[in-house]
């Protein structure tokens, strides 16, 4: 997967505003990655996957149900490690 700079001020990709989502669940990791998007000034929709059967919907959609899971610009970032690494 190819990591891609995030930048604040609710921008994403090159100063283009746009709104990322943010698919969490009620995990540690989810509000980290929450708490670290917020903090960077980005924009965000987040859904909640563990109410009504969205995890399943994951895997379908995006080939994964990893959570926390940002979707953006066509792209999208599986995991903690990868969202915290396009931040930096």
Known sequence: MRFEKLSGDGCLNGGRVMEAILFV???EESQRAQEALANA????RIIDVSKNG???WLLFEYGTSKVPLLVYDGKILAGLE???KALR
């Open 25 to 27: 669940d009620k995990g």
């Open 41 to 44: 000034g980005i924009k965000l």
């Open 54 to 56: 969205l995890r399943g």
């Open 82 to 84: 990868e969202i915290l």
